[in-house]
């Protein structure tokens, strides 16, 4: 037995969907406007987690230029069925509901490659997946009720999927409209085949602070469906902004070999009980089953600090996180973390010798486009990153430097800017669409510029050659501060601010670390 802290995979993995293939454990979670999308995470042991691919990870996939941030890949569901990986999921556009909708993709291996999407006759969002005894697909999910009893109320809905005619087939059925009078977001439903009997697991309440889990039941997959009593079964809620962790919710159930049985949900780290800069995050819950019904975290009704794996396995190494036993340090182009904006990592660089050629491009950080940007989720609340950029090649005009993001709207950026004199030092807050920029005067015209910024809680810091020059406040740069669904980004950028674009960068190193030691800041 060994134990390992929770969250399993800290930093911005919300919306996680689990599923068990013999002896492998498969997990996938939202990217939203990030690329590649949908990373496919394994495990043997629920503990240390690889990624081996992603779903969406080829150019002309799904379009998404465009669509702003918070939108683009909501709430995937694996799972494993005649002969087949699935993944279904939706693609959201914010601004355009017409745009995107929801779809499925196929494969052998879960390394990929993933099918094209085949884009469902359903609205909605946060499609899951079932099989019954018989081998027939169900496809559920979840929409706004058409004559809703009260705002915001929802309902689950389910429907024979045909493999063979790529399309939702026979009656649709409505099964859940909330478990809770008043409940909003009865999001994320998963359809189980449990002893006989179907359970249906919804998370409600919205996914934020009031987030909750639900639980149904029925004998026939179609309905109807009893709630428990005791619903929601599950929830952080009750326990008020003094609970370190908020917003749990999202539960995705899965049996390890021995027979026990773990939930995989989202919650938040929320030092003040309200600002999350990590984002939603991906905790381990354990579960036992009492008079028919699922209980999570049993005898303690919350995520526990340190969860106990029962089955062998090995810790992590020291100083290390997840996925990929990462470690302090460089981050290579060969990193599975690099993740660009509505486009692959290579669409927008080049990964030569170590480095990134990043050409600039004319779109700025303030639009809903491609910019040239190479970024990584933040995954520690005490962090050190420091990027040094080869800026030879910049034209005149023309913008190099390093953001920490939230959204166009959001972020803040320390950067270069070559002009007739020389290089000239500047940094830039948006927020809320506003932006305020500072010059900080002309910095030597070297062949590379270092930039530093330190996270250590809601306090951030850019540093240039030692000089403190910006800071962030975290609590104004969260999703609960900017109405989005996304943790914090670290990353480098270029930009000819709408000019004909005529130079490059690259990023010769980027640098990512714990502030603390042994890789985990609990």
């Keep these: 037995m060994i134990e390992t802290d929770n969250p399993i995979l800290p930093g911005c993995h919300p919306d996680p969907s689990v599923c068990r293939v013999g002896e492998w454990y498969y997990l996938v979670s939202s990217t939203f406007e990030y690329l590649p999308g949908l990373p496919v995470l394994r495990s043997r042991d629920l503990v240390r987690w690889e990624t081996i691919g992603h779903v969406v990870d080829r150019p002309g996939m799904l379009e998404v230029d465009g669509i702003g941030s918070s ?38 291996d879960p390394a990929g490659p993933w099918s094209d999407p085949v884009m469902l006759d359903a609205g909605g969002i946060d499609p899951s997946i079932a ?42 059925y409505v099964i859940w409209r909330g478990a809770v009078h008043g409940a909003v977001w009865a999001e994320g439903p998963h359809l189980y085949r449990i002893d006989g009997r179907w ?45 370190e962790v908020i917003g749990a919710g999202h539960a995705d159930l899965v049996q390890a070999p021995d027979g026990s049985w773990q939930a995989v949900m989202l919650a938040m780290r929320a030092a003040d009980g309200q600002h999350y800069p990590l984002g939603r995050e991906t905790f381990l819950c354990p579960l036992s ?17 340190t969860v106990r794996i029962p089955w062998p396995a090995s810790a992590a190494p020291p100083g290390s996180w997840q996925p990929d036993d990462r470690v302090a340090g460089v981050v290579a182009p060969a990193d599975p973390r690099w993740t660009a904006l509505r486009a692959l990592p290579a669409e927008v660089a080049v990964a030569e010798g170590g480095t990134w050629r990043l ?48 959204s166009e709207r959001d972020h803040v950026t320390l950067f270069v800017r070559r002009t007739e004199e020389g290089l000239l030092l500047s940094s830039e807050r948006c927020r809320a669409g506003d932006v305020l920029r500072q010059d900080h005067g002309a910095t030597a015209d070297a062949d590379e510029v270092e930039f530093v910024l330190s996270g250590r809680g809601y306090d951030y810091v850019f540093r240039h050659e030692g000089v403190e020059l910006v800071t962030a406040d975290g609590r104004e740069l969260d999703a609960s501060a900017t109405g989005g669904f996304l943790g914090l980004w670290l990353g480098a950028y270029a930009t000819s601010a709408g000019a004909d674009p005529r130079g490059e960068v690259r990023v010769t190193r980027f640098e990512y670390a714990p502030a603390r030691p042994g890789g985990c800041d609990r």
């Design 71 to 108: 939108g683009g890949l909501y709430a995937p569901t694996i799972r494993h069925g005649l002969g087949l990986y699935w993944v279904a999921c939706t693609l959201v556009d914010r601004e355009d509901p017409s745009r995107g909708g929801n779809f499925l993709v196929t494969a052998t």
């Design 131 to 172: 099989f019954d005894d018989e081998g027939r697909v169900w496809l559920h999910g979840t929409r706004l009720t058409a004559e809703p009893e009260w705002p915001d109320q929802t309902e689950v809905w389910v429907r024979e999927y045909s493999p063979a005619r790529q399309a939702l087939v026979g009656e649709e």
């Design 199 to 243: 359970f249906l697991i919804a998370a409600e309440g919205g996914t934020e602070f009031h987030h909750a889990v639900s639980v149904a039941r029925a004998d026939r997959i179609t309905g109807p469906y009893v709630g428990n009593r005791a619903n929601p079964v599950f929830t952080h809620r009750h326990l008020g902004r003094t609970s």
């Design 289 to 305: 089953w009492e008079d028919g019904w699922p209980v999570f975290a049993p005898g303690e009704g919350r995520l526990p600090r």
């Design 359 to 406: 050409p600039v491009r004319a779109a700025s950080l303030r639009e809903p486009s491609t910019p040239a940007f190479l970024g990584v989720r933040q995954q520690h609340r005490d962090v050190e990153v420091r990027c040094v950029l080869d800026v030879r090649g910049l034209a005149r005009g023309e913008s190099a430097g390093l953001v920490l993001r939230q």
